[in-house]
């Protein structure tokens, strides 16, 4: 028969694993908002950052980086309000970096801000400079100013590439216009054809009937 001491060394080991359940599910908590708050602070522009990732990785890293970030933050796990906005996020980082266009420019965007800020610095490719974490965050900074003159370039040409569609748009109603009006005209002008052509005979029949008038007065004058 067991003891109450008996009985209380077999609840410890249960007490201890509900604790460590829920140590655990805290951590994953706090792993789960950290990496939200991480994503949402993050520049929007740079898909890499965005995903934790650094320029010229290979595409299966984009995908494993991916499908474990957006398990760790999916809205259906994690309570956290912000889950559905980091999440959106995370998702066009990947579909932007996995558009070879769109990486492809984001690549030349990177690689330009390294080369302005060497240029700055009077940097070679061999400064040691380089290779220190403070250019590592530099070189961020210098990337954020980069995308940012990119993006501000593209909405002025799309603004004037609306409004000379604009301008077309208009020029080609203005020509349908003035197509419809002759169009109508020319269906007018068809419609009154028969009476244009009854009215022509009419003035003509009276043209010849007043001459005749005016004969005959001659004839009945007198002479003398």
Known sequence: ??????????????????????LESEAKEWEKDAEIDRILKEFRLDAYAVLG?????????????????????????????????????????????????????????????????????????DSPELRTPEFDKKWREKTVEVLIDNEKRRQRQLRAQMQEEGREQRRADEELEVRKRKRQHEVDWEATRDQR???????QKGKTGGDGDKKKKKKLKPIG
Request: aromatic residues 4%; neutral net charge.
């Open 53 to 125: 990732l650094k320029p010229g990785v290979p595409e299966s890293d984009i995908k494993n980086m991916y499908r474990k970030k957006s398990l760790l933050i999916h809205p259906d796990k994690t309570k956290n309000p912000l889950a559905p906005d980091a999440f959106d996020r995370l998702k066009k980082a990947q579909t932007e970096l996995m558009d070879e266009k769109h990486r492809q420019t984001l690549d030349e965007a990177i690689a330009d801000a390294r080369m302005l800020l060497m240029r700055e610095n009077k940097w070679n490719v």
């Open 1 to 22: 028969m067991a003891t109450k001491k008996d009985e209380t060394k077999q609840e410890e080991p249960v007490d201890d694993r509900d604790a460590l359940e829920v």
């Open 197 to 203: 052509i009854d009215s022509w005979r009419q003035f």
